[in-house]
């Protein structure tokens, strides 16, 4: 992602991450009992008939195939919130480790534009600078972070080409 793009999806971003540790946080997956019982065949009155029966055979080999299969599903699952949440984590941490390099005046009106409270007049007046500062701030900020982001790509090139 490059700097123009985190300016106008960062706080999507933020509440996507913030979404997935709750996930993550909260992950129960899907209940095997409930699953089974779902698909479980009627129960007759009689519980000795049920089983004894092929169909209460069927019905107990297909609760164990379907147990397997939510376990493997909740397995997989969670290990795509995981994996999501690492790449949203490593985006942002990248994203405002590139914007603190730029001392903390800029970072801090920079982070205002990002959270998208406030107008640039607004942020200008509350930092004391002209609003073509606040301007001038959001593009020496897009061009570090540019920097950052090929200097980043490059280092990953050499190590894969290495």
Known sequence: MRAEEMFVKYRELIEERSL???QLAHFQGVKEDDLIEALSL?????EDAVQTSN???KTARIALCIK???NRENDEWYRFLVQRYQEL???ISFFEHCLKRLGDKKYNIVMEILKGELTYDQIAEANGVARTTVCNYRKAAIDEIDKQYNLKE???IAFMLS
Do not use: R, V
Not at 42 to 46: M, P, R
């Open 20 to 22: 997935t540790t709750y």
């Open 42 to 46: 009627a129960h007759a009155d009689n």
């Open 55 to 57: 169909t209460s055979d």
């Open 68 to 70: 397997d299969i939510s």
């Open 89 to 91: 984590d490593d985006e």
């Open 154 to 156: 490059s280092q990953e």
